[in-house]
């Protein structure tokens, strides 16, 4: 190779050496740098730990909320979740369907003289919320399937409570309380049940229908009107021995039934 040749191999490849020792070079410095500054500033240093802290729990959320959804998916595209709730009612339905029956059938608690019609002890006072609240309720679903009922009211005939204590066999008694055919249905949880499920219809289905809207001209529902012996002031005055006397006809309200309604 003659001296022309060789230097002009080696000038051309020079630079090349060259420009790989300063790319070295600078990257050894940059990292030199670098050490230095993080070895003066303490905080920088910590900081640097906190960020790469910080970089290693958001990798692993990121991990978590991988795995998580995932699993969500594959729970989505089970069979016992994709199960619509209207396909597991029915067996419900029927189960609280028989159990109701049964009780109503079987029922050992009996209010005689009753056999055609519905009886239901309730309240007109509002001294319990939560009494009232259920006494309106039952009311309201027995007036939705327009059936007349003969509501028994305690807090207009004290001779009720007395009764429903007789027939019950308590001393304390919770209102309301339903008497279906003369047979003891239950409270108002029991009325809303069977209504919610249907029973309730197939036990009234015998009964007669009133008009929609219809309401006793006698007493306006209310089930009581005022004594026609004493005008409801519950005392008369005896002519033969000319003295005030304690009606007979009325309750302590000075109450009677209505004869309209509840004959």
Known sequence: ???????????????????????????????????????????????????????????????????LCSLFESAKSSSSLATPKAALRPSKSISYSSSFSLSFNNSL???????????????????IRRTFEDCHAVKMIFRGFRVWVDERDISMDAAYRKELQSVLKQKTVSLPQIFIKGKYIGGADVIKSMFEFGELAKILDGFPRMKPGYVCQGCGDARFVPCWNCSGSRKVFDEDEEIIKRCLECNENGLIRCSDCCS
Do not use: C, W
Not at 2 to 13: A, I
Not at 118 to 123: K, P
């Open 109 to 127: 608690i009996r209010l005689p003289g009753t056999e055609d019609r519905i009886v239901v002890y309730l309240t007109s006072l509002r001294g």
């Open 1 to 67: 190779m003659s001296d022309m040749e060789y230097n002009k191999e080696k000038s051309s490849s020079a630079p090349f050496f060259n420009r790989s020792f300063t790319m070295h070079t600078t990257a050894a410095e940059s990292n030199t740098a670098a050490l230095h500054l993080l070895l003066s500033n303490p905080s920088s240093l910590n900081r640097a730990a906190s960020v790469s802290k910080f970089d290693d729990s958001l990798d692993s959320a990121k991990g978590k909320v991988k795995q």
